[in-house]
Protein backbone atom coordinates (compact mmCIF):
# COMPACT_ATOMS: atom_id res chain seq x y z
CA UNK A 1 0.00 0.00 0.00
CA UNK A 2 0.79 3.68 -0.76
CA UNK A 3 1.75 5.45 2.18
CA UNK A 4 1.79 9.22 2.15
CA UNK A 5 3.57 10.87 -0.62
CA UNK A 6 5.44 14.04 -0.10
CA UNK A 7 7.07 15.88 -2.88
CA UNK A 8 9.73 17.49 -3.32
CA UNK A 9 11.89 15.44 -0.45
CA UNK A 10 14.20 18.59 -0.52
CA UNK A 11 14.05 22.12 -1.85
CA UNK A 12 16.58 25.07 -2.10
CA UNK A 13 15.52 28.32 -2.52
CA UNK A 14 16.92 32.06 -2.00
CA UNK A 15 14.46 34.20 0.45
CA UNK A 16 11.72 35.71 -0.68
CA UNK A 17 10.86 33.19 -2.95
CA UNK A 18 7.60 31.12 -3.33
CA UNK A 19 7.97 27.51 -1.72
CA UNK A 20 4.95 25.42 -2.73
CA UNK A 21 5.37 21.92 -0.86
CA UNK A 22 2.69 18.80 -1.74
CA UNK A 23 1.47 15.93 -0.27
CA UNK A 24 -1.01 13.04 -1.37
CA UNK A 25 -2.58 11.20 1.43
CA UNK A 26 -3.37 7.54 2.20
CA UNK A 27 -6.40 7.01 -0.06
CA UNK A 28 -9.72 7.17 2.39
CA UNK A 29 -8.05 9.02 4.71
CA UNK A 30 -10.41 11.81 5.87
CA UNK A 31 -7.89 13.96 7.58
CA UNK A 32 -4.47 15.17 6.57
CA UNK A 33 -2.21 17.46 9.13
CA UNK A 34 0.64 19.93 8.25
CA UNK A 35 3.94 19.70 10.33
CA UNK A 36 7.10 21.63 10.93
CA UNK A 37 10.21 20.01 12.67
CA UNK A 38 12.97 22.45 14.12
CA UNK A 39 15.79 21.37 16.41
CA UNK A 40 14.37 24.27 18.40
CA UNK A 41 10.83 23.05 18.96
CA UNK A 42 10.50 19.74 17.89
CA UNK A 43 7.47 19.18 15.75
CA UNK A 44 4.50 21.26 15.59
CA UNK A 45 1.36 20.95 14.28
CA UNK A 46 0.78 24.25 11.42
CA UNK A 47 -2.71 22.82 10.19
CA UNK A 48 -5.10 20.20 9.49
CA UNK A 49 -7.89 19.41 7.61
CA UNK A 50 -11.27 16.98 7.75
CA UNK A 51 -13.00 16.16 5.04
CA UNK A 52 -11.04 18.63 2.93
CA UNK A 53 -12.40 21.84 5.51
CA UNK A 54 -9.42 23.15 7.33
CA UNK A 55 -10.05 22.88 11.17
CA UNK A 56 -7.37 24.36 13.33
CA UNK A 57 -4.93 26.40 11.85
CA UNK A 58 -3.60 28.31 14.70
CA UNK A 59 -0.20 26.75 14.56
CA UNK A 60 0.11 28.50 10.95
CA UNK A 61 3.25 30.62 12.05
CA UNK A 62 1.84 34.07 9.81
CA UNK A 63 0.42 35.17 7.15
CA UNK A 64 2.77 33.79 4.66
CA UNK A 65 1.82 30.56 5.16
CA UNK A 66 -1.12 29.08 3.13
CA UNK A 67 -2.51 25.33 2.82
CA UNK A 68 -4.87 24.03 0.61
CA UNK A 69 -6.66 20.62 0.24
CA UNK A 70 -8.89 20.96 -3.14
CA UNK A 71 -9.44 17.63 -2.98
CA UNK A 72 -9.47 14.34 -0.86
CA UNK A 73 -6.27 13.20 -2.53
CA UNK A 74 -3.68 16.38 -2.62
CA UNK A 75 -2.89 18.62 -0.24
CA UNK A 76 -0.43 21.85 -0.76
CA UNK A 77 1.31 24.19 1.88
CA UNK A 78 2.98 27.42 0.66
CA UNK A 79 5.55 29.77 2.15
CA UNK A 80 5.33 33.44 0.19
CA UNK A 81 7.91 35.08 0.70
CA UNK A 82 9.89 32.40 2.28
CA UNK A 83 12.18 33.65 5.20
CA UNK A 84 15.51 31.57 6.15
CA UNK A 85 13.87 30.88 9.66
CA UNK A 86 11.44 28.98 7.59
CA UNK A 87 14.19 26.40 6.87
CA UNK A 88 13.03 23.21 8.88
CA UNK A 89 11.88 19.38 7.99
CA UNK A 90 8.11 19.83 6.78
CA UNK A 91 6.04 16.28 7.25
CA UNK A 92 2.33 15.71 6.20
CA UNK A 93 0.31 12.84 7.68
CA UNK A 94 -3.02 11.27 7.06
CA UNK A 95 -5.32 9.39 9.50
CA UNK A 96 -8.19 7.29 8.84
CA UNK A 97 -10.48 8.21 11.76
CA UNK A 98 -9.95 10.53 15.24
CA UNK A 99 -9.45 7.01 16.83
CA UNK A 100 -6.65 6.09 14.46
CA UNK A 101 -2.99 6.55 14.56
CA UNK A 102 -1.33 9.24 12.13
CA UNK A 103 0.75 8.16 9.43
CA UNK A 104 3.17 10.33 8.06
CA UNK A 105 4.91 10.81 5.09
CA UNK A 106 9.44 11.46 4.72
CA UNK A 107 8.80 15.54 5.16
CA UNK A 108 10.09 17.95 2.85
CA UNK A 109 13.65 19.05 3.82
CA UNK A 110 13.33 23.07 3.47
CA UNK A 111 16.32 25.44 3.27
CA UNK A 112 16.01 29.22 2.41
CA UNK A 113 19.26 30.93 1.91
CA UNK B 1 5.96 25.87 27.84
CA UNK B 2 6.26 22.31 26.62
CA UNK B 3 2.96 20.27 27.81
CA UNK B 4 5.22 16.47 26.97
CA UNK B 5 8.71 16.30 27.75
CA UNK B 6 10.84 13.63 27.22
CA UNK B 7 13.80 14.93 29.31
CA UNK B 8 16.48 12.11 27.76
CA UNK B 9 17.94 13.12 24.91
CA UNK B 10 19.59 9.72 24.34
CA UNK B 11 20.32 6.82 25.33
CA UNK B 12 22.01 3.73 24.84
CA UNK B 13 21.67 0.09 26.06
CA UNK B 14 23.21 -3.14 24.64
CA UNK B 15 21.43 -5.58 22.43
CA UNK B 16 19.80 -8.18 24.13
CA UNK B 17 18.47 -5.78 27.34
CA UNK B 18 15.55 -3.57 28.19
CA UNK B 19 15.28 -0.20 26.70
CA UNK B 20 12.96 2.43 28.65
CA UNK B 21 11.90 5.38 27.46
CA UNK B 22 10.71 7.49 29.47
CA UNK B 23 7.83 10.18 28.92
CA UNK B 24 6.32 13.27 31.27
CA UNK B 25 2.95 15.22 30.79
CA UNK B 26 1.47 18.09 32.27
CA UNK B 27 -1.95 18.45 30.70
CA UNK B 28 -4.56 16.42 32.67
CA UNK B 29 -6.80 16.26 30.00
CA UNK B 30 -4.76 14.31 27.91
CA UNK B 31 -6.47 10.95 26.74
CA UNK B 32 -4.68 8.98 24.57
CA UNK B 33 -1.24 8.84 24.15
CA UNK B 34 1.25 6.90 21.80
CA UNK B 35 5.12 6.23 20.51
CA UNK B 36 6.48 7.19 17.08
CA UNK B 37 9.79 5.80 15.90
CA UNK B 38 11.90 7.95 13.54
CA UNK B 39 14.65 6.91 11.78
CA UNK B 40 16.69 9.66 9.40
CA UNK B 41 15.45 11.22 6.30
CA UNK B 42 11.86 9.36 7.12
CA UNK B 43 8.88 10.46 8.76
CA UNK B 44 8.04 9.01 12.03
CA UNK B 45 6.54 5.44 12.20
CA UNK B 46 3.13 4.86 14.29
CA UNK B 47 4.67 1.62 16.87
CA UNK B 48 2.10 1.67 19.73
CA UNK B 49 -0.94 3.71 22.26
CA UNK B 50 -2.28 3.63 24.79
CA UNK B 51 -5.67 5.02 26.13
CA UNK B 52 -6.15 6.87 29.29
CA UNK B 53 -8.89 4.17 30.81
CA UNK B 54 -5.81 1.01 30.68
CA UNK B 55 -2.34 1.37 32.21
CA UNK B 56 -0.56 -1.20 30.18
CA UNK B 57 -0.73 -1.71 26.20
CA UNK B 58 1.81 -4.43 25.06
CA UNK B 59 2.35 -5.44 21.11
CA UNK B 60 5.29 -8.28 20.94
CA UNK B 61 8.78 -6.82 21.82
CA UNK B 62 7.09 -3.23 22.58
CA UNK B 63 5.37 -2.59 25.84
CA UNK B 64 3.79 1.17 26.88
CA UNK B 65 2.51 1.51 30.80
CA UNK B 66 1.00 4.72 31.68
CA UNK B 67 0.65 6.45 35.15
CA UNK B 68 -1.91 8.98 35.14
CA UNK B 69 -1.39 10.05 38.43
CA UNK B 70 2.33 10.67 38.18
CA UNK B 71 1.46 11.84 34.40
CA UNK B 72 3.76 9.62 32.82
CA UNK B 73 4.52 7.01 30.58
CA UNK B 74 6.91 4.79 29.81
CA UNK B 75 7.66 2.46 26.64
CA UNK B 76 10.19 -0.78 27.38
CA UNK B 77 11.55 -2.88 24.30
CA UNK B 78 12.89 -6.39 25.34
CA UNK B 79 14.68 -7.52 23.91
CA UNK B 80 16.56 -4.55 22.34
CA UNK B 81 17.26 -4.92 18.53
CA UNK B 82 20.29 -3.30 16.66
CA UNK B 83 17.42 -2.06 14.15
CA UNK B 84 15.55 -0.68 17.26
CA UNK B 85 18.30 2.56 16.87
CA UNK B 86 15.80 5.77 16.35
CA UNK B 87 14.61 8.46 17.62
CA UNK B 88 11.52 7.61 19.40
CA UNK B 89 8.42 10.43 19.63
CA UNK B 90 5.95 10.57 22.88
CA UNK B 91 2.61 12.15 21.64
CA UNK B 92 -0.28 12.81 23.48
CA UNK B 93 -3.62 13.95 22.31
CA UNK B 94 -7.10 15.22 24.00
CA UNK B 95 -9.96 12.92 22.51
CA UNK B 96 -12.36 15.44 23.85
CA UNK B 97 -10.99 18.66 22.50
CA UNK B 98 -9.32 19.54 18.81
CA UNK B 99 -8.86 15.75 17.45
CA UNK B 100 -6.12 16.51 15.15
CA UNK B 101 -3.87 18.08 17.79
CA UNK B 102 -0.98 15.80 18.68
CA UNK B 103 1.49 17.21 20.80
CA UNK B 104 5.05 15.84 20.16
CA UNK B 105 8.16 15.37 22.79
CA UNK B 106 11.09 16.57 21.30
CA UNK B 107 11.99 12.95 21.39
CA UNK B 108 14.59 10.28 22.59
CA UNK B 109 17.39 9.16 20.60
CA UNK B 110 17.92 5.25 21.34
CA UNK B 111 21.50 3.76 20.11
CA UNK B 112 21.07 -0.61 20.84
CA UNK B 113 24.65 -1.33 20.14
CA UNK B 114 25.71 -5.20 19.17
Known amino acids: DAGVIQSPRHEVTEMGQEVTLRCKPI?????LFWYRQTMMRGLELLIYFNNNVPIDDSGMPEDRFSAKMPNASFSTLKIQPSEPRDSAVYFC???????????FGDGTRLSIL | DQQVKQNSPSLSVQEGRISILNCDYTNSMFDYFLWYKKYPAEGPTFLISISSIKDKNEDGRFTVFLNKSAKHLSLHIVPSQPGDSAVYFCAARTLGGSQGNLIFGKGTKLSVKP
Open chain 1, 93 to 103: ASQLGSNQPQH
Open chain 1, 27 to 31: SGHNS
